[in-house]
């Protein structure tokens, strides 16, 4: 964002930076985990994931709000409580960062970080030996305005070998979140892991001249261009399973900036709409290259994408003149819900608290209830021949193995995008969605409970007031344990920590989950 408050507290100097730049420790505590710089007196200070020591100081001292963390160059406000990237009238924010980039090349670091689309993809894994510090310093030494945070809150612990982190390459923390959560769905990444080279498949098969599947209705070969998302998230997952340490996803991110170009530069993205994209362009990839059982259509075909995360809709439209109904079976891959209107409009109280909790229930019950059309939405109703006023109801015809739920956190507002800060209750254990299930129908019925009760298996959250701005986070269950993915960062996290959370994407594991034969 554009903060309004540089000119009265970035008052730094050059010899403060290079004084302070030999080794950032907080001053208070001495961790060298998240050092963040006063850009007015020098302070350095630890971030308020860690101690809060840095807070702590602009809290104590009048016109210090403005900092920068020492190893990833992003610059904060505590006033605007958010990252920005606008500078001072005389550049005083560019010139700390090229004295820090200087410092860190000279430091025996790597090279600059060039854009993946430049790289070759050998370089994409980077040694195992590399320590979490180094991976911090690799990504910091390029002198990008991002807006990530750095290290988890409550715990001081290292991460766990179970776990390994993922370094921002720029602004790409809306990536890693996502790739960490699919990464703790443990039949998605089972799958993926054991799929074979689709390089070698795609490259046999523009050789041979075999642009189609024999037998099956597929896209041709040739229009993935060689590059393969499904491979890349293959090579990554299997390296988050056996790293000791943060890797770097760069050749994935590589062919994302290729078949995507609205995600190319390091501008802070939508995890959610990354997410839609990966799951779409995987789910296509798998059914040109991979063999599957003969079906009509591709519709009607699955890929391990669909066969998670692939539910189905019933959408009833009601004439309200003759009472005619209309039915539609609708697939889908996600939720996305609204926060009712009676909690986003809410005023908070003098402790800066909503006076009413939203829970997930309240959105769920949103999302199917029954809803009026407007005129610019009149159905056209067959029996009355003619378009006419009319009420829309979604059920649940189909539940997924995974469900996934989309909190729609950002509005637009006349020309841009607010975000709703709301807090939201919602079960990390025995989600029941039998409620909201259409009944007497094939699909949804089985032989226990136990296929309607789903238990949270990660959550994404972002941090900020923008939408074009602030960082990503995850929370995933492993082992029967939480953890906090904050990029290269990962540290254990207890369950009310989770629960706490102001969620924007879930997901949710069926206790009952069985996957069909692909």
Not at 115 to 138: F, V, W, Y
Not at 264 to 278: K, N, P, V
Request: with cysteine; net charge positive.
């Amino acid at each position: 964002m554009e903060c309004p408050h540089l000119e009265e507290n970035v008052k730094i100097k050059k010899d403060i930076v290079i004084q302070h730049s030999k080794q950032w420790k907080c001053e208070v505590c001495r961790t060298t985990d998240s050092p963040w710089l006063c850009l007015h007196c020098g302070f350095v200070g630890c971030g308020r994931y860690v101690s809060g020591h840095a807070k702590r100081h602009h809290e104590e001292q009048s016109g210090h709000a403005v900092c920068i963390e020492c190893h990833q160059l992003s610059v904060f406000c505590y006033q605007c409580d958010d990252f920005i990237f606008n500078d001072t009238a005389g550049g005083t924010i560019d010139k700390v960062r090229a004295v820090l980039s200087a410092r860190h090349s000279t430091d025996n670091g790597p090279p600059t970080l060039r854009p993946p689309s430049t790289r070759k993809r050998k370089r994409s894994r980077l040694a195992a030996s590399e320590s979490e510090g180094e991976a911090e310093n690799r990504v910091g030494k390029r002198p990008v305005r991002r807006r990530g945070r750095s290290a988890d809150p409550q715990h001081t612990s290292q991460k766990p070998s179970c776990a390994a982190g993922l370094r921002n390459l720029g602004n790409t923390c809306f990536m890693n979140a996502v790739l960490q959560s699919l990464n703790n769905i443990q039949e998605f990444r089972s799958y993926m892991k054991e799929l074979p080279d689709l390089a070698d498949i795609i490259k046999e098969r523009v050789q041979n001249g075999r642009s189609r599947v024999p037998g099956q209705v597929t896209r041709s070969t040739r229009d993935l261009n060689g590059e393969l998302m499904t491979e890349e998230l293959r090579k990554v997952l299997v390296e988050l399973s056996t790293s000791s340490s943060a890797i770097s996803p760069e050749a994935l991110f590589s062919v994302i900036w290729k078949v995507v170009p609205r995600f190319r530069g390091y501008q802070q993205q939508d995890a959610h709409e990354f997410l839609r994209y990966m799951l779409d362009r995987l789910h296509t990839e798998m059914l040109t290259l991979l063999p599957t059982s003969s079906a009509p259509s591709q519709a009607a075909r699955s890929s391990i994408v669909t066969s998670v995360f692939g539910g189905t809709l019933q959408n009833e439209v009601t004439c309200l003149i003759c009472r005619t109904e209309s039915k539609k079976h609708d697939p889908f891959l996600d939720l996305s819900l609204d926060i009712p209107d009676r909690f986003a409009s809410q005023r908070k109280n003098k402790d800066g608290e909503h006076q009413a909790m939203c829970s997930l229930a309240d959105c769920l019950d949103l999302f199917l209830d029954v809803e009026e059309l407007a005129d610019t939405e009149l159905y056209y109703c067959n029996n009355c021949k003619q378009r006419q006023k009319s009420t829309k109801k979604f059920w649940i015809r189909r539940l997924p193995n995974v469900l996934c739920v989309h909190v729609k956190r950002f509005r637009w507002c006349n020309n841009y995008r607010t975000k709703l800060d709301v807090p939201l209750a919602f079960p990390v254990r025995a989600l029941d969605m039998s409620s909201y299930l259409l009944g007497k129908v094939p699909e949804t019925r089985r032989s226990a409970a136990g296929g309607q009760l789903y238990d949270l298996a990660a959550v994404i959250v972002h941090h900020g007031s923008g939408a074009g701005s602030g960082h990503y986070t995850a929370f995933a269950s492993n082992a029967g344990a939480w953890y906090h993915f904050n990029d290269s960062t990962v540290r254990r996290a207890e369950e009310e920590q989770v629960a706490k959370c102001k969620a924007y994407i879930l997901f949710y594991i069926r206790r009952e989950l069985k996957l069909p034969q692909l």
